[in-house]
């Protein structure tokens, strides 16, 4: 199995980095070269991850900053078509679910697509996260760092819900996962 986990948002607008910083977190913390794993960010260049996700992946990861309304640093696991319009902010190129709808008129993309996403504390211009959400960022990296573990042991692995259940202490909301605080 070949998957992606891609990390987007805009590092000049406070916790919208927030994808950005879990992708070059595990890249400081671990990044085993695996031709079945690519892990990448692609910052504010949304359109790239549409052309990405075309190459030929088994499941894919998007990490991204995402507005839902309850407490700053608030992680959630999304499937797309669960994934709430006017939920995140804009400041890249397209948002996600405009850009999952163009990659899948680009071409083939995974069957299974997973949204991590951070309740934002604040958007604004500014470089640099919040405290809740940098503590976030450590606990989302932690967390795929031991998932990026499983999956390049058992490469037949596909991560489901129930994957992510045995990393993340998951509780549903409507129709999708939301960290058990």
């Excluded at 400081?28 to 052309?51: C, E, N, Q, W």
């Excluded at 190459?55 to 959630?76: E, K, M, Q």
Aim: aromatic share 12%; charged share 15%; net charge negative.
């Amino acid at each position: 199995m070949k998957g992606l986990i891609g990390g987007v948002g805009n590092i000049f607008f406070g916790d919208d980095g927030f994808g950005v910083e879990v992708i070059q977190s595990i890249r400081k913390t671990y990044y085993p070269p695996s031709p079945s794993l690519s892990i990448m960010d692609f910052g504010i260049r949304t359109v790239d991850l549409a052309f990405e996700l075309t190459n030929g992946y088994d499941w894919a990861i998007i990490i991204d900053a995402v507005f839902l309304g309850n407490p700053p640093g608030r992680i959630y696991l999304l499937h797309p078509k669960d994934y709430p319009l006017n939920s995140s902010f804009h400041p890249h190129q397209m948002d996600i679910p405009s850009m999952l709808n163009f990659a899948g008129q680009l071409g083939s993309i995974p069957q299974q697509i997973y949204l991590i996403g951070c309740e934002p504390e604040t958007i604004e211009e500014k470089i640099g996260l919040s405290s809740s959400v940098q503590q976030a960022v450590r606990h989302t990296a932690n967390v795929l760092i031991k998932a990026i573990d499983c999956l390049l042991v058992d490469q037949s692995c596909i991560p489901t819900n129930e994957f992510w259940a045995t990393f993340f202490s998951l509780s549903q909301v409507d129709n999708f996962y939301i960290e058990k605080s």
